[in-house]
């Protein structure tokens, strides 16, 4: 039996959902037509948004993978967040889309062909947990949640999510707002937007305390 469980990093205010069926992901989500196999759902390329680094410049090892994450071949520095571009096989995508017209439920099939530039095949993100983004901590495949029988606890971790991003969103715009009135942003003044936001207090978000929730396969649901 499978368990998805809240993991709190309270010194940064800052938490990710555990969901044992990741090491042996089935979901139609997981599937990889592309050269990294066993990459889950990591086929999404990753947003970080000022809130994450934020976190980051606040120890050596945030810096480091802050580094990493410029470093990224695929990767564009927007004004107020980056987007790390990954792996995407085209040439792959454009054959199967010709030659496929089996529906499987997923409208996009790029996630087939793509992985994000973070992801080790058969281990998962190769970023510390703490410093990786909301949408890859919290999010959970439909498929996993509809095995899910407690629907009251099921519920107080969506909720839990959708607090939290609230929260996120407001403290977005007002690191920007900080570094707006500044007249700096990523694109153009990197350094200075790192140093001020080291300057700045981290917020602490209080996490609620959550059950751990059990995941059923279609046989013990039904037994």
């Not at 889309?97 to 062909?113: E, H, L, P, Q």
């Not at 992985?115 to 080790?120: D, E, G, L, N, Y």
């Not at 509809?146 to 606890?153: E, G, L, N, P």
């Not at 999510?161 to 942003?185: G, M, P, Q, T």
Request: proline share 3%; with cysteine; hydrophobic share 35%.
């Amino acid at each position: 039996m499978d368990k998805i469980r809240l993991e709190r990093f309270d010194s940064y205010g800052y938490a990710r959902y555990i969901c044992t069926s990741c090491y042996h992901c089935e979901s139609k989500m997981g599937i990889s037509y592309c050269s990294i196999k066993m990459r889950g759902c990591c086929s999404y390329f990753p947003k970080f948004e000022l809130v994450d680094i934020h976190r980051m410049v606040k120890s050596t090892e945030g810096l480091n993978v802050l580094n990493r994450i410029i470093d990224n071949p695929g990767t564009v520095v927007y004004s107020y967040y980056i987007h790390a571009k990954g792996y995407f096989d085209k040439e792959g995508y454009e054959k199967y889309i010709k030659t496929n017209d089996d529906d499987i439920g997923i409208k996009d099939k790029t996630i087939f062909f793509r992985a994000c530039p973070f992801v080790k095949s058969g281990f998962g993100c190769t970023l510390p947990p703490v410093y990786r983004n909301y949408v890859c901590n919290f999010f959970i495949c439909d498929e996993v949640m509809s095995k899910v029988t407690d629907d009251i606890v099921k519920g107080q971790y969506i909720r839990e999510r959708e607090r939290f991003v609230k929260w996120a969103e407001w403290e977005n715009r007002s690191l920007e707002a900080i570094l707006s009135e500044r007249h700096i942003n990523l694109r153009n003044n990197f350094e200075e937007c790192i140093k001020v936001l080291q300057d700045v207090p981290l917020t602490i978000f209080e996490f609620a305390q959550l059950k751990e929730l059990s995941v059923f396969d279609t046989d013990e649901k039904e037994a």
